[in-house]
């Protein structure tokens, strides 16, 4: 599994990454996507295989992170953003 470390706002306290990872569909090998929250104690969270879609992952990680979505929320944000 893969880190793309995502730029942080001026004065942000977490750190965003969306995983990148493989993932067996249909038979067939493909990508997936998943984000990671660290917070700036350590704390952190990470929901691996959200989506296979680059575009879905990366409005979900801009949603989360322009709303500053703790290691905490993380969860709970994805699991509200899928259909």
């Given at each position: 599994?893969?880190?793309?470390?995502?730029?942080?706002?001026?004065?942000?306290?977490?750190?965003?990454?969306?995983?990148?990872?493989?993932?067996?569909?249909?038979?067939?090998c493909?990508?997936?996507?998943?984000?990671?929250?660290?917070?700036?104690?350590?704390?952190?969270?990470q929901?691996?295989?959200?989506?296979?879609?680059?575009?879905?992952?990366?409005?979900?990680?801009?949603?989360?992170?322009?709303?500053?979505?703790?290691?905490?929320?993380?969860?709970?944000?994805?699991?509200?953003?899928?259909?």
């Open positions: 599994m893969r880190e793309l470390l995502l730029e942080n706002q001026a004065g942000q306290g977490y750190r965003y990454s969306i995983l990148v990872d493989e993932m067996m569909v249909g038979g067939l493909c990508e997936s996507y998943g984000l990671k929250v660290v917070g700036p104690d350590g704390d952190w969270a929901v691996p295989n959200i989506t296979v879609s680059v575009s879905k992952i990366d409005a979900l990680a801009e949603l989360v992170r322009r709303n500053q979505v703790s290691p905490v929320t993380l969860l709970d944000v994805v699991e509200d953003w899928l259909p």
